[in-house]
C-alpha cells in the first residue's frame, strides 16, 4: 500500500499527452513519458500522427526559453 501512494506523488505532467505518468525522460529539462516516447520513435514520417510529434517537440524548445 505505501508503494502505491510512493508511485503516486512522483508522477510528471507529460508534455506530449499531458498525462501524468510515474516514468519517462527529460528533454530540455521537460519531461515526456515512456509510452510517448516509445510512439515518437516509432512513428513513420507518412503517420498523421508524426506532424502532432513534430509540433510538440518544437514546443519543448520554445518552453526551454521561458524557463
Known amino acids: 500500500m505505501e508503494v502505491e501512494n510512493l508511485e503516486n506523488t512522483l ?6 499527452c ?3 505518468k510515474a516514468s519517462g525522460i527529460h528533454i530540455y529539462h521537460c519531461f ?3 509510452s510517448c ?4 520513435v ?3 514520417v507518412n ?4 506532424s502532432f510529434y513534430v509540433e510538440k517537440l ?3 524548445n520554445h518552453m526551454t526559453k521561458i524557463v
Open 58 to 60: 518544437k514546443a519543448l
Open 47 to 50: 503517420d498523421p500522427n508524426y
Open 18 to 20: 499531458e498525462e501524468n
Open 11 to 16: 508522477q510528471e505532467k507529460c508534455v506530449i
Open 37 to 40: 516516447e516509445r510512439k515518437i
Open 32 to 34: 515526456v513519458c515512456f
Open 42 to 44: 516509432s512513428t513513420d
